[in-house]
């Protein structure tokens, strides 16, 4: 069965400080992707990244970077210099091939608060 | 705009009550997707469709229902089964029905219902 771990349940910050977001994953495919999906307080979900398993490199995005890392099973996000429009609950998810439906898996969500 | 459009953004429910969420998408996506959102529980699968006339359960599907005449429209009924339904509800689609994963999930806007 497959698993996303967002230990962090709530961040804050003050703006301009980096912050990274942790997810964690299981499974025992080895083909899958990883998403990041972004939730403002206005509740609509907004694709962030997607990564898949074959490909560790990292990617940035302006502000934003990710860090996949298979060893650990580890794709973490942080945000560079954050800004209060940042402020927004992040989630992890997790895509498995086999089984066919296009389900995705999510962690918990992480709370991120930027305070001026 | 091409979206997906879930309606109404808040809904009540008396107890005994069925209600039923509405979501509509114009992207041509054969895959569409019902969440439920509990604070602190991320996304949960309610029922998905990879296409007209076909659906499956997800992980809590106890006390919901759904249908897909159309390929634009996937409504979710709340029954009155449901001894719990007072959550955020969120209608996703995807572009194909055994997508290889890289193409991401799109989100509604999200229904928030309460009971009276």
């Known amino acids: 069965a497959q698993k996303v771990t967002q230990a962090q349940t709530e961040i804050s910050v003050v703006e301009k400080e980096d912050v990274t977001l942790d997810c964690v994953y299981e499974?025992?495919?080895?083909?899958?992707?990883l998403f990041w999906y972004k939730q403002p307080p206005s509740g609509e979900l907004v694709f962030l990244i997607r990564?898949?398993?074959?490909?560790?490199q990292n990617e940035i995005s302006g502000r934003y970077s990710w860090n996949f890392q298979k060893s650990t099973s580890s794709f973490n996000f942080t945000i560079t210099a954050s800004q209060v429009v940042d402020s927004a609950v992040y989630f992890c998810?997790?895509?498995?091939?086999?089984?066919?439906?296009?389900?995705?898996?999510f962690g918990t969500g992480t709370q991120l608060k930027v305070e001026l | 705009d091409g979206g997906i459009t879930q309606s109404p953004k808040y809904l009540f429910r008396k107890e005994g009550q069925n209600v039923t969420l509405s979501c509509e998408q114009n992207?041509?996506?054969?895959?569409m997707y019902w969440y439920r959102q509990d604070p602190g529980q991320g996304l949960r699968l309610i029922y998905y469709?990879?296409?007209?006339?076909?659906?499956q359960k997800g992980d809590i599907a106890e006390g919901y229902s759904v249908s897909r005449e159309k390929k634009e429209s996937f409504p979710l009924t709340v029954t009155s089964a449901q001894k719990n339904p007072t959550a955020f509800y969120l209608c996703?689609?995807?572009?194909?029905?055994?997508?290889?994963?890289?193409?991401?999930?799109?989100f509604g806007d999200g229904t928030r219902l309460s009971i009276l």
């Open positions: 998810a997790l895509y498995i091939l086999t089984g066919g439906g296009n389900k995705l898996t």
């Open positions: 996703a689609s995807s572009p194909t029905r055994t997508g290889l994963g890289n193409q991401p999930q799109h």
């Open positions: 990564r898949n398993s074959f490909d560790e």
């Open positions: 992207l041509n996506h054969d895959a």
């Open positions: 469709s990879q296409i007209v006339n076909d659906f």
């Open positions: 499974t025992r495919d080895t083909t899958y992707y």
